[in-house]
């Protein structure tokens, strides 16, 4: 039999799925009160698959979260980007992102809430769309553009 390697989109639809059901196992968990449940939030990076993560843990994948980050919003949706000021890379006028980062949600009032599964469908497919790969000093290496 011939088995061919799975495309991008196939793994990342394998990945997403896999975070979907871990995510609504813990969101549907009813025992504990909505206001005691911990907040998930994802990671990723340019080398780093996009992750759900704690809030208590984000700091485990970028030091600088909540302390001296930068945030980015992305555009027509309700998260921000939180990441080290220290890994962007200027070319030009365009910025890219070379390290870690963390995803959140906020409401209505600016407050940190859990990422919800569609969350994790558009972050996979703003990261797709802004993936680049970049030389230097000829080695290439992978980094996410800034708008």
């Given at each position: ?8 989109a ?7 799925c ?6 609504n196992?813990?969101l ?27 809030l ?5 994948y ?7 980050d930068?945030l980015?919003g992305?555009p027509g949706l ?22 870690p ?11 940190t ?6 969350d ?8 797709e ?19």
């Open positions: 039999m011939n088995k061919t390697k799975p495309t991008l196939q793994q990342t639809y394998e990945k997403v896999a975070i979907e059901t871990i995510l196992s813990l549907a968990d009813s025992s504990t009160p909505v206001s005691e449940r911990p907040l998930y939030l994802a990671t990723a990076g340019p080398e780093m698959p996009l992750s759900v993560i704690r208590e843990d984000a700091s485990d970028l030091p600088c979260f909540d302390e001296a930068l980015y992305i309700p998260i921000l980007m939180s990441y080290c000021p220290e890994q962007v890379m200027d070319i030009g006028e365009e910025s890219y992102l070379v390290g980062m963390v995803f959140f949600r906020i409401d209505r009032d600016g407050y809430v859990s990422l919800q599964v569609t994790l469908y558009q972050l996979a497919e703003f990261l769309e802004h993936s680049v790969i970049l030389m230097q000093g000829g080695e290439s290496f992978i980094a996410i553009r800034l708008d």
